[in-house]
């Protein structure tokens, strides 16, 4: 169990090969930023409070820090995959108690891996859910809603990878280097 406040840094220990979990019951959602200080890669995810299934993840190589968004039917999780203690530090950016949540139609989501099968770092954009940079042959599980898009960030530019339709199957593997390959040599439009 872990507490923090907003604007307050907090620091977690992870033992070995354990994970913590990390819940605001009395917010409606919350923004974490999260350092990495340790010498490792560290496992971060948003799951489903209910089925604890994986709804956002990425893994936080060492000394970089990043942004999450959990929101209120999620909590977030640490993990330390090492035989070592590993440490990282957040701080709650924004954490509404109360807020009025609208209700929207539900969107189907899709539930699927995506690959790096090249030992480059390939930063990618996934607009209001996460800004991974997937790791040199690495999987990262993500569970998104139609209509969502992914890009690749390059050089300061957002180039459009995938847009999440119904025909991806759930738990298909996609190779970004290839969609990162069509992408580049697609021709231009004037």
Not at 5 to 22: C, D, T
Not at 53 to 80: I, P
Not at 108 to 133: D, S
Request: no cysteine; net charge positive; proline share 8%.
């Amino acid at each position: 169990m872990a507490f923090s406040q907003k604007g307050a840094r907090s620091e977690l220990i992870p033992p070995p090969k354990q994970i913590v979990q990390i819940n605001y019951p009395l917010y409606k959602g919350f923004i974490v930023k999260i350092w990495n200080e340790s010498k490792y890669v560290i496992g971060v995810s948003a799951r489903d409070k209910k089925t604890d299934s994986l709804r956002k993840s990425f893994g936080l190589e060492k000394g970089s820090r990043a942004t999450l968004e959990v929101d209120e039917d999620q909590y977030l999780q640490f993990e330390n995959r090492f035989l070592t203690p590993i440490k990282v530090a957040y701080m709650l950016e924004k954490g509404a108690p109360g807020t009025k949540k609208t209700n929207r139609p539900l969107t189907p989501q899709r539930a699927f891996y995506l690959e790096n099968n090249t030992a480059q770092t390939l930063p990618l954009r996934i607009p209001g859910v996460m800004n991974p940079n997937l790791e040199p042959f690495s999987r990262s599980g993500v569970d998104l809603p139609n209509g969502q898009k992914i890009y690749l960030q390059l050089k300061g530019k957002r180039i459009l990878l995938l847009t999440v339709t119904d025909t991806i199957p759930h738990g298909a593997r996609i190779d970004i280097a290839r969609l990162i390959e069509k992408a580049l040599n697609a021709p231009t439009q004037n």
